[in-house]
């Protein structure tokens, strides 16, 4: 499948969630696990039915590993930012990226809220809605604008915070020059459904990544948990890095 045919089908994935999503009456919690929503499973479903259509093994937060046979390998959380989803802010999305064996192939982060449609292609690029992405040329933490996962243990140095709750279009945000930078805080740390997405679309558009605890970010794993960190700049990443194993 070649990228372009592997776009449309993280596109079908999204907009049946989407649909999904629509149809869905219950709001609050599956029972089924801690912090899971009915609105995950229903999200799930929709995502998997065309994900392994398209002859793709899957690793979603809710349902694990799926089709491991196969060459490529999505990586999905179907709503990233389920709280959010559930209370009506509109800030969750869609997250898939497709791993082969050199790593992040193509991904898809589309936020279910309003529709932007985040794609990135190795080699090829970052867009928005068709649009190219460049991040921002912030260089230093005094006028930077940070996303946060978790909250520091000290004071951060940066400008102004912002704790929005989808590390997956938290990213993208970064990528698009919204935020000027990202760090994941708490002790458990992202799943890789959380921020591969992300991470692809960053890379592309320009932006650099590091993970605070110098582990390799591409992981396979259900269980593996990262600390990821993205700037704008290799110098504003190296100095969100420097603070981040302080605080």
């Not at 599956?30 to 009915?38: A, L, N, T, V, W």
């Not at 936020?111 to 912030?138: H, I, K």
């Not at 600390?227 to 603070?243: E, I, S």
Request: aromatic share 6%; hydrophobic share 45%; charged share 20%.
């Amino acid at each position: 499948m070649d990228e372009s045919s592997l776009l449309e089908v993280l596109g079908d994935a999204g907009r049946a969630v989407a649909e999904a999503l629509s149809t869905v009456t219950d709001w609050g919690m599956s029972g089924q696990r801690e912090d899971q929503y009915s609105l995950d499973l229903a999200a799930d479903s929709a995502a998997l039915e065309v994900l392994h259509g398209a002859g793709l093994a899957v690793l979603s937060e809710e349902s694990g590993l799926t089709h491991s046979g196969a060459p490529l390998l999505a990586v999905l959380d179907p709503v990233d930012g389920s709280t959010n989803a559930s209370r009506g802010v509109p800030w969750y999305a869609t997250s898939i990226c497709v791993l082969d064996d050199e790593g992040p192939l193509a991904a898809l982060v589309v936020n279910q809220a309003n529709g932007w449609n985040y794609e990135a292609v190795r080699g090829a690029g970052a867009t928005r809605d068709g649009r190219p992405l460049r991040p921002s040329a912030a260089a230093g933490l005094e006028h930077a604008i940070v996303g946060v996962s978790g909250l520091p243990g000290t004071v951060p140095p940066w400008w102004q915070t912002r704790a929005l709750g989808a590390a997956a279009l938290d990213l993208c945000a970064v990528a698009e020059g919204l935020l000027d930078g990202f760090c994941s805080y708490g002790a458990e740390g992202l799943g890789p459904w959380d921020y591969l997405g992300g991470l692809l679309v960053c890379q592309e558009a320009g932006a650099v990544l590091a993970e605070a605890a110098d582990q390799p970010l591409v992981a396979r794993d259900r269980e593996a948990r990262r600390h990821p960190v993205a700037a704008a700049t290799p110098q504003l990443l190296g100095q969100l890095v420097r603070f981040r194993k302080i605080s």
